[in-house]
């Protein structure tokens, strides 16, 4: 895979997929201990994240252990398991870069780790997607994990009322 990928995008590709991978790795190590948890235990890492920001640490400090509490949520809420592959989409969307992924491969799913970490500072985070139909669907079925978690979950479509509008908005994932 890494020959592929130096061919078509150069030796900084490569190494930025082998830090991703070592980070993935970090998230797995971390599965048995946060699948340990309890629900209200697991619930409460979002308020233990937050103080962690409020006392310096940063998203990149704490991506490892968000992002497996994340997994650990899906898990227990939509049953579905973020694979390896995803957790590296996520990585890329966190680092403001884009991920293509093709039809049924969990675009969807690969958003709730870098909303929910992003959304950590206590900032909405807005997910577009390409119409009305996709936002309310997906507002709804991963709006489980973000809820589970004790975020906010918005949706706006084009039949939203105005005035409900400023609503949505306040939402920690809109």
Same mark, same amino acid.
């Given at each position: 895979? *890494?020959?592929?990928?130096?061919? @078509? *995008?150069?030796?900084?590709s ?13 998230? %797995? ?9 309890? &629900?209200?235990?697991l619930?409460? !890492?979002?308020?233990?994240f ?8 940063? @998203? ?6 968000? *992002? ?9 809420t ?8 995803q ?13 293509? #992924? ?5 675009k969807? @799913?690969?958003?709730?780790?870098s909303?929910? @970490?992003n959304?950590?500072?206590? !900032? ?6 390409? %119409?009305?139909?996709?936002a309310?669907r &997906?507002?709804?079925? #991963?709006?489980?994990?973000?809820? *589970? ?6 949706c ?6 105005? &005035? ?11």
């Open positions: 895979m *890494f020959n592929l990928v130096n061919k @078509l *995008f150069g030796s900084s490569i190494s930025r997929l082998k830090s991703y991978a070592k980070t993935v790795e970090i998230i %797995n190590k971390l599965e048995p201990t946060i699948k340990s948890l309890s &629900d209200s235990e619930q409460q !890492k979002t308020n233990i937050r103080e962690k920001i409020n006392k310096g640490s940063s @998203l990149d400090e704490i991506l490892p252990e968000a *992002f497996a509490v994340v997994r650990e949520a899906s898990v227990r939509i049953k579905l398991r973020h694979y390896d592959v957790l590296i989409g996520g990585i890329i969307l966190y680092k403001g870069m884009i991920a293509e #992924m093709k039809t049924g491969e969990g969807t @799913l690969v958003a709730t780790l909303a929910y @970490l959304s950590l500072n206590n !900032k909405p985070v807005h997910i577009i997607t390409v %119409n009305d139909y996709l309310e &997906d507002s709804k079925w #991963m709006g489980g994990i973000y809820n *589970f978690l004790g975020l906010s979950v918005g706006i479509t084009s039949s939203c009322p105005h &005035d409900q509008r400023s609503e949505q908005y306040k939402c920690n994932i809109v």
